[in-house]
């Protein structure tokens, strides 16, 4: 995995291009510590951001969310790995205000760090349930035939010209990742899908599991317009 790179601007975080990292569980000790559950492939990796931010309220639902590391990326070479965690777009519910981890470790399942400014244990607990997060730039560059799991969630998945729905998300089965692709709800709205209706009905029908196998099943992924071009049966 790479090492986490910074290279937004706060700009980001006003369009609301951010990543939760983690959430505050509650208070450690009494010098004002507090307890992390970390949202990243390897939980001590949340150390190693800058522009980190923060704010009050919950992580919007994270215990009933499907969860992914935030940092997890697929590539040619890409091995399912350990490491759960969630990634979404925060409430709009409070502001958001930089953060500065002064001390920091991992501690039973969890982590605890000392949060600069917080030095009493009511002040840390008065942060329980705040979210931490950070720009989507702040992640490390990828090659250019890797690519983030929250890049590729949402874009249209065509086995030809035949529309096979959306990356719903991704899952690691241990051999290979997975994409999870849901069929579109509104798909006479969709572009590049069949121009046969009985195609299109059946392209649309089922979820379906798409081994993330470049080269072999993975043809090409294109961010800008938003399409992975998969060698796939439709009717499988």
Not at 79 to 101: A, M, N, T, Y
Not at 118 to 127: F, G, K, N
Request: net charge negative.
């Amino acid at each position: 995995m790479p090492a986490p790179h910074s290279d937004s601007s706060d700009q980001s975080v006003v369009d609301g291009d951010l990543l939760i990292l983690a959430e505050v569980t509650g208070a450690y000790g009494i010098k004002g510590w507090i307890k992390l559950r970390s949202f990243t492939e390897v939980a001590e990796n949340l150390f190693s951001y800058d522009e980190l931010k923060i704010r009050a309220g919950t992580a919007g639902g994270a215990s009933q969310q499907r969860r992914k590391p935030v940092d997890r990326y697929s590539g040619p070479q890409s091995k399912g790995v350990q490491g759960r965690g969630f990634q979404g777009s925060p409430q709009q519910d409070g502001g958001w205000r930089e953060l500065v981890f002064e001390q920091g470790r991992a501690h039973g399942k969890g982590l605890i760090a000392l949060v600069q400014g917080v030095s009493t244990r009511e002040a840390a607990e008065a942060l329980r349930g705040s979210v931490i997060a950070v720009p989507k730039g702040a992640l490390a560059p990828l090659r250019s035939d890797e690519f983030y799991w929250h890049q590729l969630e949402g874009l249209r998945v065509l086995a030809g010209e035949c529309n096979l729905g959306r990356v719903a998300y991704l899952m690691e089965t241990g051999a290979n990742d997975v994409l999870v692709v849901r069929p579109l709800q509104h798909a006479s709205g969709e572009s590049g899908e069949s121009a046969d209706p009985e195609a299109r009905k059946a392209s649309n029908a089922r979820e379906r599991l798409i081994p993330w196998l470049w080269g072999d099943v993975v043809q090409s992924v294109d961010l800008d317009s938003g399409i992975i071009q998969v060698n796939w049966d439709p009717e499988f």
